[in-house]
């Protein structure tokens, strides 16, 4: 049986490998890191002092970029002393709060893509009372409510993560504090926590998909509609960066959470967490810089003064 002794803290193994090979990978997420934060300001910077940028998709962007510098400084420094040490220990109270923040970081963007789609809807399919629809204010409040959203979804599940006891085994087979592997340690009943994830999932993984589709269907739909060729690869040029945010935000979210458990495959798991938590916030800033002349020509006059 367990030791009925409670657990106050947890160890998180991270990826279990030789030492040379935990080296080489955390030299890696140290220039992914701080390409991600010099990225990510960097689109903030620009969004804040070129007035060309002063429009909703940009705003939006730089939320985005917010969002990505969170999950990332959430997930990544604790994941430094991980890897040089094969592993680190961490508070209960340490554990909760980083689950919370990642938690309430996804949620955000969940919805923040949400709304993206929906001003990209807007911009192509009703192009002529677009500037009376996506006034600032409105802009402002789409942004409040996906932050409030965002942050209070987690909230029950989090406060309910918090109230299970924990006794006896503490070893965390991740690299960061997820529900999944907390629901596996506890020796308290998870009805309720199962019951709270399934109730306040099922709107998250079902609405926004729902809204972004219905979006993108439309549009591409409307493009299809335009004679001139040069206009209709304009108007899908507006929207390919967020599509394939989009894209990869939901692959390597839903791939690391519909792969079963197997010890087999937990590594799998764990590279494709490592995609969402870490590079996915690494790549958004060049998917929107590389792809974007207007945020390009904002970059080369940044340089220039």
């Not at 910077?45 to 400084?73: A, N």
């Not at 070893?171 to 506890?186: K, Q």
């Not at 998917?287 to 340089?303: H, V």
């Amino acid at each position: 049986g367990r030791n009925l002794t409670a657990v106050t803290e947890f160890f998180l193994l991270g990826f279990q490998a030789s030492k040379w090979l935990r080296i080489s990978l955390f030299c890696l997420l140290l220039v992914v890191y701080c390409g991600t934060i010099c990225g990510n300001l960097l689109i903030i910077t620009l969004v804040s002092t070129s007035k060309d940028l002063h429009t909703p998709m940009y705003f939006f962007i730089s939320q985005l970029s917010i969002s990505d510098i969170l999950l990332s400084s959430d997930i990544v420094p604790n994941n430094f002393h991980i890897l040089l040490n094969n592993g680190r220990a961490i508070t209960f109270i340490g554990c909760i709060t980083q689950f919370y923040f990642f938690a309430a970081s996804e949620a955000f963007e969940c919805f923040l893509l949400t709304v993206m789609s929906y001003d990209r809807y807007v911009a192509i399919c009703n192009p002529l009372h677009y500037s009376s629809i996506m006034t600032r204010t409105y802009c402002m409040n789409m942004a409040v409510i996906a932050w409030c959203f965002g942050f209070s979804y987690p909230i029950m599940t989090t406060v309910t993560t918090a109230m299970l006891k924990f006794c006896g085994l503490n070893v965390i087979d991740h690299f960061y504090c997820d529900v999944s592997p907390l629901l596996d340690l506890a020796c308290s009943d998870t009805f309720i926590l199962h019951l709270q994830i399934m109730l306040l999932g099922s709107p998250i993984i079902i609405i926004p998909p729902t809204v972004i589709i219905t979006s993108y269907v439309k549009i591409i739909v409307a493009i299809l509609r335009i004679r001139s060729s040069t206009s209709r690869h304009k108007a899908f040029s507006t929207c390919s960066s967020h599509l394939i945010v989009v894209f990869i935000f939901y692959w390597t979210l839903l791939g690391a959470y519909i792969f079963p458990t197997q010890e087999q495959i937990f590594n799998t798991k764990k590279l494709l967490s490592l995609l969402y938590t870490v590079f996915t916030p690494f790549i958004n800033p060049l998917i929107y810089s590389l792809r974007n002349n207007e945020i390009r020509k904002a970059i080369i006059k940044l340089i220039n003064i």
